[in-house]
């Protein structure tokens, strides 16, 4: 073992002489050390185009790779310690070999700073000058309101502090900035939206990442696989850094900013794996209005959210992703054709039905940060079709003088339907809320109808209506029709807040057998209602996701398949109660409310995109019967535990040092083997 450690100890010391004097780098000793960047920078080879599996080609960012014949050429220079930057040649069959053995003489945590194998000044250095200049060291988002890393700036403090929770875009403009700061560690946030009771207010880099990579090319990718793998540091992936369960940071971490990853290319015509029809391919950074935009533009339909920020091609798509065409299509997952994606060896490849089958499999619904580093997928596109919207506000008092009774009789016989609407192409999105004692509110925002006219939905709606009719309520309802999913979609769904420290959230996949008898759907209501009553604000979503043309065998969790209501609940907190008071308010949520949910719908699941942090049994939660395959395929994959985020796949097998409020892991400690 001592050897061995030898080696790696070899790896690791600095030889100033076989490098050039362009650059005078201050090590972490004071001692100085060059590199001569006119030789390495930056480290990749372009590659034809056509060289992928799939139908598509590659993306010109895609083409410039790093290769056998790059590091050789490195290694012909000998160019000291380039062998971090090595990839693994341990392939999937046979794990034993390469440096995987390596992996055993690592120390039971990631490696972080201050530890022996952390990198040098030189090493990030040399590091940035392979990638062309991409390295970007944290400086926290929030930093602009303090002195502590010398850029205070009381405007740019002032637009942070506005924007910071209603202005979702702007977290993902920043290379580690997350919305889930709470999971963070809450380490640099603009201080009035700090507790009063903080005493001291500093701004440090917690549980952001250490380093950045502003990804432009593959090339970038893999040296950073490559790198994390051979000396064991926490790599996490950002895309829009809006993931709820804060799996888009980590303390210590080299982050992989996949944000700038924005080409799309749209295909009329497209074939692979017996599909043939209209397709686009698109970067892992693109977001959801983005990609709407594309649609629009070539007069197509694309399968994406309703959040306007939200990356559709990273953990969106990856986790399953549900839409508001769900119920007519399936989920955005059930669209891949094929992606491109690192692995964690630091190889390419193309992951489809016909290459590397297995992988695609379990990329397609097995969630984000645990097989690869996706940097582009194709999905299929569909006609474009007319959308009918509804909205109304059902609510007690109001010009009706509606009581809490008859609020509740009516929202009922609005779930009397959820079968058969969301049978019909309709998703739902409503929330519940109480507004005051003995007062409740649930707003449809909105009823969303693919493919219908406004006579067509409203003649689906008319039951509804008459029976709340002879309950005593009447709403004013709003139907607009679309010619174009584009506009429907635009018009339904403002950017949404988020990015608060005083909110857990937590949900449930509803099945529709909850339907099938009155006795259940009781049970299912007043598990909702229950909650309701007791404090939780409730989103939820009337859909499906098993369309009748059928959908493929991917690992979406299969709770998704049978579901006619996917209801989040989220429970907020006075930020100046005591913190005992804050850590019963998240429990409840967890062990009480969810409980509640969990009982009345035993074996059904999750939805692990927007969930709860601390979900129990995650993995039959977010993954059903799926999981021992995804497990399988996550040794196969990625042996190394090169990528990790709370909750995913493999992630029982490693923990966070520290806990938040007793039982949530920060982000801001370290991730260590179980
Ligand atoms: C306002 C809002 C609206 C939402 N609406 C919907 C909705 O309508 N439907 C729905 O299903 N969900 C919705 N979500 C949830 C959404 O699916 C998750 O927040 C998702 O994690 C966002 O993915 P991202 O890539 O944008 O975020 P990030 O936080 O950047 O990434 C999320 C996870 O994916 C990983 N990841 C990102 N990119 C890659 C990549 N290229 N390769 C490998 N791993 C990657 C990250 O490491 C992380 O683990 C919404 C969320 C918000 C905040
Ligand atoms: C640095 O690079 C230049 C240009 O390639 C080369 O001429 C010089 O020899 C290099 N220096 C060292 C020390 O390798
Ligand atoms: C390096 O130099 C800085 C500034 O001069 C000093 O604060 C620090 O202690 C030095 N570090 C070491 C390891 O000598
Ligand atoms: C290989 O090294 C040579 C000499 O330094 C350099 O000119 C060339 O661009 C390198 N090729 C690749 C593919 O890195
Ligand atoms: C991996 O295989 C390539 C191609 O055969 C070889 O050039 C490289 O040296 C190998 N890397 C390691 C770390 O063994
Ligand atoms: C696996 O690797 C070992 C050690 O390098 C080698 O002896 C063996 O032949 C390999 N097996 C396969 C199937 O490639
Ligand atoms: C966000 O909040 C700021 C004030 O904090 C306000 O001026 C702005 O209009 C809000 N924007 C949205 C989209 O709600
Ligand atoms: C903090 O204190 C100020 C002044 O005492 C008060 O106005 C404000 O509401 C407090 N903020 C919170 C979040 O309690
Ligand atoms: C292409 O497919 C072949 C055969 O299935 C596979 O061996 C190879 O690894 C694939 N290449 C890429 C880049 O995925
Ligand atoms: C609403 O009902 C309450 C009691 O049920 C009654 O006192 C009140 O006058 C009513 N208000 C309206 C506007 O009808
Ligand atoms: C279901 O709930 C309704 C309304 O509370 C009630 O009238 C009905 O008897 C219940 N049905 C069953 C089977 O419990
Ligand atoms: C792989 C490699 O080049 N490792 C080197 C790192 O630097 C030390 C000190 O010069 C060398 O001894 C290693 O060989
Ligand atoms: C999206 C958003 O809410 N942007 C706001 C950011 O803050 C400035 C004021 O500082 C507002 O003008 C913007 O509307």
Redesign the pocket.
């Known amino acids: 073992m001592k050897s061995n450690f030898g080696s790696v100890l070899a790896l690791w010391g600095l030889s100033l002489c076989h490098l050039g004097t362009s650059q005078t780098i201050l090590n972490n000793d004071n001692s100085t050390v060059q590199v001569n960047q006119s030789i390495v920078a930056p480290a990749l080879e372009s590659v034809d185009q056509r060289s992928s599996n799939s139908t598509a080609d590659l993306f010109n960012s895609e083409t410039l790779q790093l290769t056998d014949y790059v590091l050789a050429n490195l290694t012909d220079l000998q160019l000291t310690n380039i062998t971090l930057f090595a990839f693994d040649n341990a392939t999937a069959d046979n794990v034993t070999s390469g440096g995987l053995s390596k992996r055993t003489f690592f120390p039971r945590c990631k490696t972080y700073p201050g530890d022996f194998l952390w990198p040098s000044r030189y090493l990030w250095k040399l590091f940035d000058v392979l990638l062309g200049g991409a390295l970007i060291e944290t400086v926290p988002y929030a930093a602009a309101c303090y002195d502590d890393f010398g850029k205070f700036n009381q405007q740019q403090c002032g637009f942070l502090t506005d924007n910071w929770t209603n202005g979702?875009l702007y977290h993902a403009q920043d290379p580690t900035s997350?919305?889930a700061v709470l999971f963070q560690g809450q380490s640099c946030l603009p201080p009035r939206l700090l507790p009063n009771t903080t005493a001291t207010r500093h701004c440090t880099v917690g549980g952001y990442p250490s380093y950045a990579v502003k990804v432009s090319n593959v090339a970038q990718v893999q040296l950073a696989v490559n790198l994390a793998r051979n000396l064991n540091l926490r790599l996490?992936?950002?895309?829009?850094?809006?993931?709820?369960g804060a799996?888009?940071t980590g303390y210590g971490a080299l982050s992989l900013w996949?944000h700038n990853l924005k080409d799309v290319q749209f295909f009329e015509s497209y074939r692979e794996s017996g599909y043939h029809g209209p397709a686009f391919k698109l970067g892992?950074g693109v977001?959801a209005f983005e990609l709407y935009e594309a649609a629009h533009k070539y007069g197509v339909t694309a399968v994406g959210?309703?959040?306007r920020?939200?990356?559709v091609?990273?953990?969106?798509i990856?986790?399953?992703?549900?839409?508001p065409l769900s119920s007519m299509y399936g989920m955005?997952a059930d669209q891949i054709l094929s992606m491109e994606?690192v692995t964690a060896d630091g190889r390419f490849v193309t992951a489809s039905k016909s290459s590397h089958p297995d992988l695609f499999w379990a990329l397609c619904g097995g969630?984000?940060?645990t097989y690869?580093?996706?940097?582009s997928i194709v999905v299929k596109a569909f006609p474009k079709i007319k959308v009918t919207t509804l909205t109304y506000v059902l609510s007690t008092g109001g010009p009706g003088n509606i009581t809490a009774s008859q609020f509740w009789a009516a929202l009922r016989a609005y779930f009397d339907g959820f079968v058969d609407y969301a049978d019909k192409g309709n998703y739902g999105y409503f929330r519940v809320t109480s507004t005051g004692p003995g007062q409740f509110m649930s707003d449809m925002g909105p009823w969303f109808a693919p493919g219908m006219s406004k006579a067509e939905l409203q003649a689906l709606v008319a039951p509804l209506f008459s029976r709340w009719k002879q309950i005593g309520v009447e709403v004013n309802p709003t139907y607009t029709e679309f010619n174009d999913y584009y506009d429907a979609w635009y018009a339904s769904f403002p950017v949404?807040p988020?990015g608060s420290t005083t909110i857990r959230q937590a949900s449930r996949l509803f099945p529709r057998s909850n339907w099938q008898s009155e006795t259940k759907l009781n049970a299912t209501f007043d598990s909702i209602r229950s909650v309701v009553e007791d404090g939780a604000y409730i989103i939820a979503f009337n859909i499906a996701a098993a369309p009748k043309t059928g959908y493929p065998d991917n690992s979406i969790n299969p709770a998704w398949r049978n579901v006619a209501m996917h209801a989040i609940a989220a429970t907020l907190w006075d930020p100046t109660m005591p913190e005992a008071s804050i850590k019963a308010a998240s429990d409840k949520l967890t062990f009480d409310w969810m409980k509640r949910w969990r009982d009345v719908s035993p074996g059904a699941g999750a939805?692990m995109?927007?969930s709860d942090y601390i979900e129990p049994d995650f993995r039959q939660a977010f993954f059903g019967d799926k999981y021992a395959k995804l497990y399988r395929l996550k040794k196969r994959y990625d042996p190394w535990s090169v990528f990790y985020?709370q909750n995913?796949v493999g992630s029982e097998d490693w923990k966070m040092s520290e806990m938040i409020l007793g039982n949530l892991p920060s982000q801001n400690s370290k991730l260590c083997r179980a």
């Open positions: 979702s997350v919305n996490v992936i950002k895309n829009t850094g809006h993931d709820f799996k888009s996949t892992a977001q959210g309703e959040g920020t939200v990356g091609m990273g953990g969106y990856l986790g399953g992703g549900h839409s955005a994606v969630g984000g940060s690869g580093v996706v940097t949404e988020w939805y995109s927007e985020a995913a």
